[in-house]
Each structure stands twice: as C-alpha cells, then as structure tokens.
C-alpha cells in the first residue's frame, strides 16, 4: 500500500527540492509503512537542515510512520537570541 503525502517545507530547505513550488507544496508517494525519516531521505535533505517536522499539525519524531493523504511541512533550524 502507498501513501500519498503533501509536502510543504520552509526557510532554505525549498532549494533542496527541483521545481518546489512554495504555494502548493510537492507531493510525494511513499510505500507503508515509511517514517518521517525515509521523507527526509527520500526529499534529499540532509537530517541536520531540519529543525521542526510536523504531521497535520502535530510535531513529529524522525521514526513516525506517515499516514496517507497527511501533510507534512518541513521546517529549517531557527537559531538566536
């Protein structure tokens, strides 16, 4: 069974992703059940670009398995002071 996911991700992690498209988002299908760190790998980002993962509003852990039709957004590391 696959799932079928909304992506959308923020601050400098759009670059990562060809052709994003920051209003829509991506969609991405993965197989279930997959975590928020197969996402990761599968977008191609490197897990230390992220900061905050949420999954229909909720935060996530990296070993979170995706429920379909879900959205996920991605968020950079926020740093300061």
Do not use: W
Not at 12 to 37: F, N, R, W
Not at 53 to 71: F, T
């Amino acid at each position: 069974m696959d799932v079928e996911l909304t992506v959308k991700v923020y601050g400098t992690l759009e670059k990562h992703i060809p052709g994003y498209d920051p209003q829509t988002g991506c969609s991405v299908q993965m197989m279930y059940p997959s975590t928020v760190a197969d996402l990761i790998a599968r977008l191609g980002i490197s897990p230390k670009r992220i900061g905050i993962v949420s999954i229909n509003g909720r935060l996530a852990k990296q070993e979170d398995i995706l429920p379909d039709r879900a959205l996920v957004k991605v968020f950079h590391p926020i740093f300061g002071g």
